[in-house]
């Protein structure tokens, strides 16, 4: 059974930082390519980050040069660290797997004083 458990969210003021993880279990993890997306409220799921088997990553440009996509193989964890945060990065965030399209459950990340 695939799982992807993300976690690290929470509520953080502008400019501050956050750290999630995405812990997956049931997959060969060093064969996928992991990405994280975000849906606010009323808006549809966006990429946010992604980072292939091989090492090579993405960006939304929103979110280039603030955000940073990273895996550890050995621990089959993602992670994405989270700088400079603004408002507009609040959204639950969730963590993708491919092939097989599996999701988490999701991390609210809300970004306000």
């Known amino acids: 059974q695939v799982q992807l458990v993300e976690s690290g969210g929470g509520l953080v003021q502008p400019g501050g930082s956050l750290r999630l993880s995405c812990a997956a279990s049931g997959i060969i993890f060093r064969l996928y390519n992991m990405a994280w997306y975000r849906q606010a409220p009323g808006k549809q799921r966006e990429l946010v980050a992604s980072i292939t088997n091989g090492g090579t990553t993405n960006y939304a440009d929103s979110v280039k040069g603030r955000f940073t996509i990273s895996r550890d193989n050995a621990k089959n964890t993602a992670y994405l660290q989270m700088n400079s945060l603004k408002s507009e990065d609040t959204a639950i965030y969730y963590c993708?797997?491919?092939?097989?399209?599996?999701w988490g459950q999701g991390t609210q990340v809300t970004v306000s004083s």
């Open positions: 993708n797997a491919l092939p097989g399209n599996y």
